[in-house]
């Protein structure tokens, strides 16, 4: 398992951040908003998910 920072984003600003620990970074999307995710595209609300290990970030929304 890996430990990513995910982050509720809306428009620009942050308004959750915690640490998850799963297999990939759309599970801990998943895991955190409760919510079915997929790739971000335009959309206001978003989740910003980064692998600790690696610094690599991950950009997803819900509906």
Known sequence: M???RVEQ???HVVVSRQVA???TPWDA???VT????HGRRD???WVRVTDQAT??????AYN
């Open 55 to 60: 610094l690599t970030t991950f950009k997803y």
């Open 29 to 31: 999307a998943t895991k």
């Open 9 to 11: 984003i809306a428009g």
């Open 34 to 37: 409760g919510k079915a995710v």
């Open 21 to 23: 620990e799963a297999q």
């Open 2 to 4: 890996k430990i990513y």
């Open 43 to 45: 959309e206001p609300f």
